[in-house]
């Protein structure tokens, strides 16, 4: 019986998880076939905007900045490590240089 309640948890907070990556609200949609190329002229926040405005919420090094498509989502992605060496994980609008979501990674 413990192992199917635990497994029960495990599953709900996985779930969870999930349902909270779904909700980040995001101002431009990528389409299933739209390649990154056609989908930068739709930007009209360049990357280097975006790197200002996640070093705002968590200042360190930046060690990665990338366009993604995060559920359909287009977001420029920034990994930043702090002064700590906590790894942050940004996720900033392209359209308006707004942090949609801040996580630890």
């Known amino acids: ?13 996985l779930t969870g998880h999930l349902a909270v990556a779904d909700t980040m609200a995001c101002s431009l949609k990528m389409g299933m076939f739209e390649s990154k190329t056609s989908v ?33 989502c287009l977001v420029y992605k920034i990994k930043i490590l702090d002064a700590k060496g906590i790894k942050h994980k940004i996720y900033v609008d392209p359209k308006d240089a707004k942090v949609l979501k ?4």
């Open 40 to 72: 930068l002229k739709k930007t009209p926040v360049d990357i280097k905007k975006s790197i200002v405005a996640a070093e705002k919420e968590a200042p360190g090094s930046v060690l990665e900045a990338d366009l993604d498509n995060e559920n359909g």
């Open 1 to 13: 019986m413990k192992k199917f309640i635990v497994a029960g948890v495990a599953l709900g907070a």
């Open 102 to 105: 801040s996580l630890i990674d």
